[in-house]
Every structure is written in C-alpha cells, then in structure tokens.
C-alpha cells in the first residue's frame, strides 16, 4: 500500500516562531489511517504547538499541512466535521452541567447521539448531572473526552489526554483507543508519558526544542526504554551475577544495596533477586529527556 | 448550516439574568427619578448660574440649564438619556468583551473552536445576542420610565412616544460601546487592556462632547471625532430620534464589527 495516499495527516515544513522564540521548526510528519500515533516531547517542546496549528487556532508562520486531504487552514471547518478534539488545558462552562456541555456541542455539531453519550459516561463512571464548576480536574478531563469521542469521529487530536485521569479510567481510556483505531479511525495523541505511548500507540515521534527529532514505531522504542533499579538485600549479592543479565548494566553494588539499569524485560531480575532475601526495591522511570539524551545525544536537538 | 443561531440562543439564556437584574434596575432608577421631578425641578430652578458653572456643563452638557431642566422634556433628557448610557457603558462593555474574550482568556474558545463553525460565525451570533440583550436592557428601562410618567401628573405632557424614541434613541450609543469593547479585545487579546482602553476612550468622549459646549474653539475639532457628540438626548425629548445621528453611531458600530471580524479571522487564538 502506498502510505502517502493513506495519510490522514500531512504535515509539510510546518514552522511557529514568535519573535525569537522558535516553538516549532520545519515539522514534516505523516500519520496514518487506523494508527494511534503518539507525539512524545518534554513541556515546551512544541506539541501542544503543533496541535494547535492543526485545529487553525494559530497560524503558521512556514508550511503547511492537510488532514483528510484538506488545507488545515482553507478547509478548517470542514475538517472539524470530522474531528474530535481534547485541549491540553481544558476550560468547560463552569455553570453547565455535563449534559449542557454535550448539548451545546452537539447542537453545533448538528446533532449527537445520547445513548453513544451515556455509553461513554458509564464506561468512564462520569456523572454528567453534575455542574461542570463542581468536578474535580480528573472529572473535567472525562467530560473533555466524551465531548471528542461523541460524534465518532474519522480522527481525534488529544492533548495529554490521560492528565488526572485515574488508572482505572486510564485503562478504559487505553482500552477506548483501541476500539477506535481496530475501527479503522485515526487518533493523534501527544503525551511527556512514554509508558503511556507504548502501552497504546503504533509509532510515536519525539520533539525537542520544536523539532521532530525522531519517528520511531513502538517495538523499535522499546529498545530505548530503560528504568534504574535499587534492591536492598540481606547478604551479599554478586553484582556479576546481575550484571551477566541480559538487558541489565551500569551495576554499583555498596553495603548490600544493589542500583543498576534495565532494559527490556525485568522477569530475570526478579527471579535473581528471588534467590537473596529482598529488604527493599525501587524502581525509577528516567524522563523522556534522560532516555532522549541517553539515545539521541545533545546533538540531535 | 445545521448549527445558526446554536450560540445566538446560549448567549441569551446565559445572559437571562443579566438582562432581568439590569434592565429591572434601570427601570426602578428611571421609576423613582421622574416621581421626584416635581420636588427636584423646583429645587434647581433657582440654580441657573451654578447649573451653567464649568463643572455642571462637563457633566450636563446640554443639559446644564436649568430652564431646561425644570422642564418635562429636560429633565427626563438628563435623567434618562444622559446618564442611562454611562450606566449602561458598564454593562455594554461587558457584553462586549463577552463575546470573545472572555471565552478566550478562560480557554473555553478552543472547545467552541474545536466544533465545525468558523471564527466569523461566533462572532456575528454573539454579537446578534448581545444587540437583543441591550434591546430588552433598554425596553426594561423605558416600561420603568413610562410607568413614572404615568404615575407623575406634571410630566404629562411628554407623550408615551417620546419615551419610546428616547429608550430606543440609546441602543446605537451603548451599543457603539460594546463595539469598541469587542473590537479592542478582538486586536489586543487582552480582556483587561481592551477595557481599559474603551472605558477611558468612553469617558474621554463623554466629556469632550460636553465641555465642547463652553469651549467650542479649543475642543470643535476634536468634537467631531467624539460619538457622544452623535448622541443628543434633549433634542431626542424635544423633536423626536434624531436620524442621521443614529445613523452615524450605527455606522460607525458596524464598522467597528467588521474590523473585530477581520482581526478575529486573521490571528492566533490565545492559549
């Protein structure tokens, strides 16, 4: 299949510059029918940039893009039909309740589906009587969901969705992606969460300092993703034996407290460490910027 | 389109209690002026050379005679139609940043932004709703106005009328207010700057307009390019709305409306 006729996003040189702030340079991207593409990059790095230059809520200062083979910003409504959009920093009608906020928007949408609604709500344990000034942040960004999962759309553009959300409704959100891209639709979500995209995602790019500095599908990310790991244990280990691990490196052993790197699988560690008697273990996830850093180099930026 | 009149129809029955509160309010004002003009008129008609001190006529304007004054048609003028508007500045500059900045600065635009309608079409609906609302704002005030009228004996000869002319004579003058308001929010994206700038430009024109009467050479020119100066509330009581003022002022808000428009098609929504 040729990809480039299947692109539901095509994004050409795209560029943002304030003055001398450059938040987004040359930015050339394709996304694809049925793919959840995951748009990874620290805070600042010029996602929430790039979403907003797809909805035409800024324009660009170079390039250009088309969603659905239309001009983001000759054919922006015409596009929206087919949209569903979460801001990253959602505001809602703080004297509406759910139901007004969806009323409201499907009425501008000519029309919405209540039972698609209350299916929704139910799978995300929203309230949607409840005024939108009386929901917490978590709440807030469910309501936020429904309103861009309502009409079905052909693609959705979600902003960090997952932000205060709990992990039992991340899972239904996680689960809710997967529904909607086995049907053949497109979800374009930016997140600073890599578990999160390679729980979820076909491909991700990373940005940094508003550039695209790789596009990567998730299997080949998952080479790249590493955690550092603490055991405390009651005698003493042979870091050698740790380190002969696969997947395991940068071992330091010191009074019986064991900190090294893992990538991949963390199966053989535990077992190992199932043979000593385990006081304490940590576990730390590096930052997008550290496994950036670590893989792409400060060049790359 | 499936989706006219969607945010036309939001606007007015989010502003259902705005429109009540206001509107009874300046109906109860108007109301209680005019059944004290008998007490009041009496007390300033002995006051003609302080009525015509500099003071009075950069706050009275035309109105600053006291023969005029003490009578139906000035009194209800200053009371109604000279102040009216100043109060109503308040609420028109509001309404008009209302209609986008608002929404902006609290980021409920990208929401609304995210739905199949363009720029122009939130615009031109909340606009729609904003003209209905001062409308009903001023129809309030004018029933209040009327029924002190009626309740008052020596205001009967001004005629229902004239009332009605004077309430509608203010829509084009408070809506030019909540023009310049959309109008400013719309080029500054700036809720505070945009009021800022329309309250001093309001109160600026307000007294241009009346010092203009005592210091014709110094402030003629300027005059012309004041709209309170298009606004003539005791000729309105006298003679009947004075057409080719109201023409101007609605002129220059629909001028005001197609450059908010045209600003609001060509920048970046603020996040």
Known sequence: MNQSN???????????????????????????????????????????????MLLDLIRPTAGHAHIFDMDIQQDSVKIRERLGNLPGELSLWNHMTGWDVINYLGELRGGVDKNYVGQLADRL?????????????????????IQALMHKPDLLILDEPTNGLDPLVQQTFYSLIREISSEGRTVFMSSHNLPEVEHVC????????????AVERIGDLKRVYFRWMTLRLDDSANPQAFEALDG??????????????????????????????????????????????????EGAS | MKNVGVIFKRTLWDSRIGILSWGIGLGLIALFEFTLFPSISEAFAGMTELLNSPFYKAFLGENADAAAFATPAGYISTYMLAFV??????????????????????????????????RWQVIVEKSAAVLVILLLVLLLNGVGALIGVLMTPELAEVSIGRIIEGSFSMLPITLVMAAMALFFSTLLRSRNLAAGITGAIIIASYFVTNLSSIAEE??????????????SPLRTMENGIVWNEFLILSVIVLALFGLAIYAFQRRDIAV
Do not use: W
Request: hydrophobic share 40%; with cysteine; charged share 20%.
């Open chain 1, 6 to 52: 299947n692109a539901v996003i095509h994004i050409e040189g795209l560029t943002k510059h304030y003055g001398n702030v450059h938040a987004l340079t040359d930015l050339r991207l394709d996304v694809y029918r049925g793919e959840v593409f995951g748009y990874l990059g620290p805070n600042g790095a010029g996602k929430t940039t790039t979403i907003r």
């Open chain 1, 125 to 145: 344990d929203m309230d949607m009587s409840r005024k939108v000034k009386a929901c917490s942040s978590g709440m807030k960004r469910k309501l936020g969901l």
């Open chain 1, 202 to 213: 076909d491909r991700v790019g990373i940005l940094r300092g508003g550039r695209l500095a």
């Open chain 1, 248 to 297: 395991v490196s940068d071992v330091t052993a010191h009074n019986g407290t064991l900190r090294f790197r893992v990538t991949g699988e963390l199966d053989p560690v535990i077992k190992l460490a199932a043979q000593h008697h385990v006081i304490d273990m940590t576990y730390e996830e590096p930052t997008l910027e550290t496994i950036f850093l670590e893989y792409y180099g």
């Open chain 2, 85 to 118: 508007p100043l109060y109503m500045a308040v609420y028109a500059v509001l309404l008009g940043l209302g209609v986008v900045a608002n929404e902006e600065e609290r980021g409920t635009l990208d929401v609304l932004l995210g739905t199949p309608i363009p």
């Open chain 2, 218 to 231: 110094a402030l003629g020119t300027i005059k012309q390019f004041s709209f309170y100066s298009y606004y």
